[in-house]
């Protein structure tokens, strides 16, 4: 398995800034991922993180939007940026091991409040 | 879109058994049922998954149908902490984008004492 902590837990932030959420895990993984979970929704995959390279973002998410760095194996970070409101959720990091057990551990979460 | 099929809510008695349904209907040979669960304001929990064969571990067992069209997850002896969103994902082996995890809406289990 992986462990997966996530910076900050918490946040509450104001309308038109950004928030940097850093996720880090205890070994060299494969892939990281980022999810967003709405209130009282399930989760939505944001995007792929790829180490050194451009993240691969799902339909409906932009990077001008959610700027994703991934510098080495086992390190992300994950910016919101000019928050709304509507950008309230939990943020979740995710990484997938490799090898004949393929699974994928997800972090505690960035609870995300914009007032 | 999710590519699976679960009842909204289930309740289960403390101690009982909880069986937990999934419909995968359209699942293809590559792809691989997944269980997690979430409880509630925590990230999901992985609990098992399987390609054809049933599977066992310390936390369930996963049951799937030799058709593979459906499974169940089995909690042998339901606790109270076991109330959760379970969700039952199917997902390529075959890694890359096709093996991304899309999460449906779940199954809320209940469990009361």
């Known amino acids: 398995s992986a462990v997966i902590s996530q910076k900050p837990s918490r946040d509450i932030c104001q309308r038109g800034t950004s928030l940097t959420i850093q996720c880090q895990v205890d070994?060299?993984?494969?892939?990281m991922f980022w999810y967003r979970q709405q209130p009282g929704q399930s989760l939505t995959l944001i995007a792929t993180?790829?180490?050194?390279?451009?993240?691969?973002?799902e339909s409906g998410f932009v990077i001008d939007k959610f700027p994703i760095s991934r510098p080495n194996l086992t390190f992300s970070t994950l910016t919101v940026s000019n928050m709304s409101p509507e950008d309230s959720s939990i943020y979740l990091c995710s990484v997938r091991t490799s090898g004949t057990k393929d699974t994928q551990y997800f972090g505690p979460g960035t609870r995300l409040t914009v007032l | 879109d999710a590519k699976t099929t679960q009842p909204t809510s289930m309740d289960c008695a403390e101690g009982r058994a909880a069986n937990l349904p999934c419909n995968h209907s359209?699942?293809?040979?590559?792809?691989?049922v997944y269980w997690y669960r979430q409880i509630h304001s925590q990230g999901p929990q992985y609990i098992i998954h399987g390609l054809k064969n049933n599977e066992t571990n310390e936390m369930a067992s996963l049951i799937i149908t030799e058709d593979r069209k459906s499974s169940t997850l089995i909690l042998p002896h339901a606790t109270l902490r076991d109330t959760a969103v379970y969700y039952c994902?199917?997902?390529?082996?075959?890694?890359?984008?096709?093996?991304?995890?899309?999460f449906g809406k779940g199954t809320k289990l209940s469990v009361k004492p």
């Open positions: 070994s060299q993984v494969t892939m």
């Open positions: 993180a790829n180490q050194g390279s451009e993240a691969t973002y």
């Open positions: 359209t699942i293809s040979g590559n792809e691989y």
């Open positions: 994902i199917v997902r390529s082996y075959y890694g890359g984008s096709q093996g991304n995890l899309i």
